[in-house]
């Protein structure tokens, strides 16, 4: 009798598997792709309607579950990634580290620092990860330009100057609805103040802020952060949901000057710039094409797997958490709000 090879199916089984909260358009779109490139096994899709969950989950091949608590009693499900309206990020993530799950929530993953800290006390008494999906950072690019100003390309840092602006799209979406968390800050603000990090030191404060607010829509469609850390190094970020596209950073030093100029949202197949500009030399650097969401699953995983890796992943949460608050706060106090 002939005896069928099974190691596929045990490798398969015995890797984490992930569920995905909710249809959204990103995780349709860039989630599951990069899943299936990833080490996770992809357990199960789950919505609130359970034709929409049927219809995602036929495509991806797993399971369609109806209902967000119903995905969390799924014994296959070690980890969850949750691509909710901003609103409903704390609660679900809360509740999923009770359930025993790992949970990497998407961007912004919550509104202030206390809340971050609750979740990540919460994850820590658990042995689980809570990680911000900030997938842009695990683009190669972002390491090359570190390893760039770690090497002195540009002399000494000086200044980090951030911007991300999206033209208007149909004002029912989530990111115009304030009840949901949305608005520019919180939409495409967080990109430049999270990059600015990557450079900044670790005592970083806000100078000044500013919020543009739209009356009709009830949130804010552009804004301004001017930050500093404590060695005097200043970082500007510039963002808007009513502008032509843009989604750059510049790292201006003593010698020089590092452009990246596709830094937020390149597509998996492109090839972004780095312009390295050097008293009268000016260098183009092609990065690699990369999917940035396989990237940040596959350090997701890394954190699931191996515990030495979460405490990073949660030292970021909330340091970013309590920035755009003290950077919310700053503008709505600028503005007598």
Request: with cysteine; net charge negative.
């Amino acid at each position: 009798m002939e005896i069928e090879d099974l190691t596929p199916f045990l490798e398969s089984a015995s890797r984490a598997g992930i569920g995905i909260m909710g249809c959204a358009d990103i995780a349709v779109r860039r989630a599951l792709p990069a899943i299936a490139r990833s080490p996770f096994r992809l357990a199960a899709v789950a919505s609130r309607s359970g034709e929409k969950a049927k219809s995602v989950a036929a495509g991806a091949g797993c399971a369609a579950v109806e209902g967000y608590e119903r995905l969390l009693e799924e014994p296959g499900v070690d980890a969850v990634y949750v691509p909710l309206p901003n609103s409903e990020h704390a609660r679900w993530a809360r509740r999923a580290l009770e359930a025993g799950k790992h949970v990497l929530l998407e961007k912004p993953a919550v509104p202030d620092e206390d809340s971050a800290r609750a979740l990540v006390a919460l994850a820590e008494e658990r042995g689980l990860v809570v990680m911000e999906n900030f997938a842009f950072l695990h683009h190669p690019q972002h390491a090359q330009a570190r390893s760039l100003v770690a090497d002195g390309a540009i002399g000494e840092l000086r200044s980090f100057n951030g911007v991300f602006g999206i033209p208007p799209t149909d004002p029912g979406q989530i990111k115009y609805q304030a009840e949901l968390g949305g608005g520019a800050l919180w939409e495409v603000g967080c990109y430049p103040v999270r990059a600015a990090q990557e450079y900044l030191g670790p005592s970083v404060r806000v100078l000044g802020a500013g919020l543009t607010f739209d009356a009709g829509l009830g949130v804010d469609v552009s804004g301004t952060a001017l930050l500093t850390d404590g060695e005097g190094v200043g970082a500007h970020c510039s963002f808007g949901l009513s502008h032509g596209y843009r989604s750059t950073y510049d790292l201006w030093g003593s010698e020089g000057r590092l452009v990246l100029e596709w830094a937020f949202t390149p597509s998996h197949s492109a090839r972004p710039v780095l312009r390295l500009e050097q008293k009268d030399r000016q260098t183009r650097i092609l990065a690699p094409a990369s999917d940035q969401f396989v990237g940040v699953f596959t350090a997701f995983h890394e954190a699931v797997a191996d515990p030495a890796a979460r405490p990073v992943r949660h030292r970021d949460l909330v340091r970013q958490a309590g920035l755009m608050a003290r950077i919310r706060a700053r503008a709505l106090e600028g503005a007598g709000g």
